[in-house]
């Protein structure tokens, strides 16, 4: 059974830059077709998607994050990381990695998630 688990401090500052690792335990990161997103939900609202990386290391984003968000992989320790930079107390959330593939049919795509790591919360105030 694959399992994802997300780490990274509880809290951060404003201004600061988060920073979450994913690691990614019983499937290697670059098998072919599967993609890990970064998702979050913060206090009283919807899971918001944030970005994904494939197995390639492509990598794409939220318009709405683009500008403050990075992701990266790192095959030999099979981690998945994040990087969100000039927080807020908005970004305050609990921060999810997934699994999943994503499919593309009739103009639309499809995201199957398949695994999902337990969350961490992550805090942004001064």
């Known amino acids: 059974q694959v399992q994802l688990r997300e780490s990274g401090p509880g809290a951060v500052k404003p201004s600061q830059t988060l920073s979450l690792t994913c690691t990614v335990a019983r499937v290697s990161i670059t098998t072919y077709d599967y993609y890990y997103s970064w998702i979050r939900q913060p206090p009283g609202k919807t899971l918001e998607w944030m970005g994904a990386i494939a197995w390639t290391g492509d990598t794409f984003y939220s318009p709405s994050l683009k500008s403050r968000t990075s992701i990266f992989m790192d095959a030999p320790s099979n981690t998945i990381s994040l990087h969100l930079t000039s927080v807020t107390p908005e970004d305050t959330a609990v921060y999810y990695c997934?699994?999943?593939?994503?499919?593309?049919?009739?103009?639309?795509?499809?995201?199957?998630?398949?695994?999902w790591g337990q969350g961490t919360q992550v805090a942004v105030s001064s």
């Open positions: 997934a699994r999943h593939t994503w499919s593309y049919s009739n103009g639309y795509y499809s995201t199957h998630y398949e695994d």
